[in-house]
């Protein structure tokens, strides 16, 4: 049962427009929520995080939105770089003691030049 | 500042056998993840190592095992290896295991199973 939905496997953007990737939940208990982005060869680098408290977090081009009712988490990356192409991943962390995350399948997504 | 180091980068081992991977963390960090990547999927929790006890631990099976050394370098090692197992094992650190923590990933040790 995946707790943690990415439904677009892949996604393609154009060099200076917006990315949108999306993430869907299903455990009202997670409380906060991050992105990764991972390059091949590579492991997870982190990108950005939201607490359940806020529902918007930014950080240069990218920003981050909960929507806590829906159970929905985006990132938007504004404006898209080629240097961006790569797989993200959402992952949340339970209300427990630790950080232990729970990852989505991820998204590929490709910004053409 | 080092990042966190995984070895091997890559290991083929065959159906039975033993594997130990290894993980140095990130300066000045005491906690370890250790995650499972089959391809197409996310990364999966397998257990979390702070002051070499076991902390939390994921849905696998007793063939995972891991232990922490006193300078927070960890190894996960997985007996009986299976087709399976065929995966990027992933660790990754933090200070401390509080929930808002950031975990900082090393690059994987790619295991192939045959």
């Known amino acids: 049962d995946q707790q943690v939905k990415q439904n677009s496997p892949s996604l393609s953007v154009q060099e ?3 990315s949108i990737l999306n993430c869907d ?3 009202s208990m997670f409380d906060y929520f991050l992105w990764y982005k991972k390059y091949p060869a590579e492991g997870p680098t982190f990108l950005i995080s939201i607490s359940s408290i806020k529902d918007k977090n930014e ?3 990218f920003t981050v939105f909960l929507n806590k009712s829906a159970k929905h988490l985006s990132l938007h990356i504004v404006p898209s ?3 961006d192409s790569a797989v993200y991943f959402c992952a949340v962390v339970y209300g427990g003691a630790t950080n232990k995350l729970i990852f989505g399948t991820g998204t ?4 053409q030049p | 500042d080092a990042g966190v180091t995984q070895s091997p980068t890559h290991l083929i081992k065959t159906r039975g056998q033993q594997v130990t991977l290894r ?3 990130k300066s000045g960090h ?3 993840s250790w995650y499972q990547q089959a391809l197409g999927q996310g990364p999966q929790f397998i257990f979390q190592y702070y002051e070499e006890e076991e902390r939390q631990r994921g849905n696998f099976p007793d063939r995972f ?3 922490q050394f006193p300078n927070y370098s960890s190894e996960l090692n997985v007996n009986a290896l299976w087709l399976g197992d065929s995966a990027l094992y992933l660790c990754a650190s933090s200070l401390i295991a509080g929930v808002q923590e950031t975990q900082y990933f090393g690059p994987g040790t790619r295991l192939l199973v045959l």
């Open chain 2, 30 to 32: 005491d906690t370890v």
């Open chain 2, 65 to 67: 095992s891991g232990h």
């Open chain 2, 23 to 25: 993980c140095s963390p």
């Open chain 1, 16 to 18: 200076g427009r917006i």
């Open chain 1, 81 to 83: 770089q080629p240097g």
């Open chain 1, 108 to 111: 590929l997504l490709a910004v």
């Open chain 1, 59 to 61: 950080d240069g081009r």
């Open chain 1, 25 to 27: 939940y299903t455990n």
